[in-house]
């Protein structure tokens, strides 16, 4: 990443609550094309949540904690706070001064822009203004939000906007919290009720949502030049798996994530 900062546009995009066993599955089975061709090997990396929930988890990846490789380390990081004895920090490692990422990025020169998606990014009160306040710019409207059916569409139309006011000498670092994925979900499969609720099934259905407008997101971020992206979840949920439900616990179901970085060319197409 050292070689990367400085030259490339950076996207990291969190599918905020994507279960790893669903991904996979998705993928293996072709029913997420437009992000399975991008993932080495047609398949996700299998990786351990920095948290286990929204707020936890983004805290420790915007300091450079992304989430963690499976097998035994240490694991150099793409990104880290400059600190005595970090075992993590590598040759190849962007070190940044500052407390997080985004500010770590806006001394090198970059724009940093966060598209909120959960509560955690929706500036609505103190708490939810953490998050977004990391950065120069952000942004959060309720159609961005767990409740709209729509939700993902819209960030994209505002990625696109963001990506077309920035000035071409300008490097940017887009963040995107994608809220498809969270509760509520139910209203991705067509024909599904309130009353049915959300699933396994619906989960899976809102991530096949997602993958048919992310094309655009990777278009409109490579549209200025080569652009390094990351996209992860940032932890699982349960549905029922062993009698649990929902996340902020210590099940595998919500430690274990779909994880992968890649490069996207410069006029990269929506399709």
Known sequence: MSGVVGSHDLLFVTLDTLRHDVAQELAAAGRIPHLARHLPGGAWETRHAPGSFTYASHQAMFAGFLPTPVGPGPHPRLFAARFAGSESTASGTFVFDTPDLPSGL?????RTVCIGGVGFFNKQGALG????????????????????????????????R??????????LFLFVNVSALHQPNWFHTPGATPEAGDSRATHAAALEYVDAHIGRLFAAASSRRRCFAIVCSDHGTAYGDDGYTGHRIGHESVWTVPYAHFFLEPGATAS
């Open 162 to 171: 963001v990506v077309s006011s920035l000035a071409p000498e300008h490097r």
């Open 106 to 110: 806006a001394s090198v020169g970059y």
């Open 129 to 160: 203004s953490v998050l977004p306040g990391l950065f120069q710019e952000s942004h959060w409207e309720p159609e961005f939000g767990v409740a709209s059916p729509t939700s993902f569409e819209a960030q994209v139309a505002r990625a696109e």
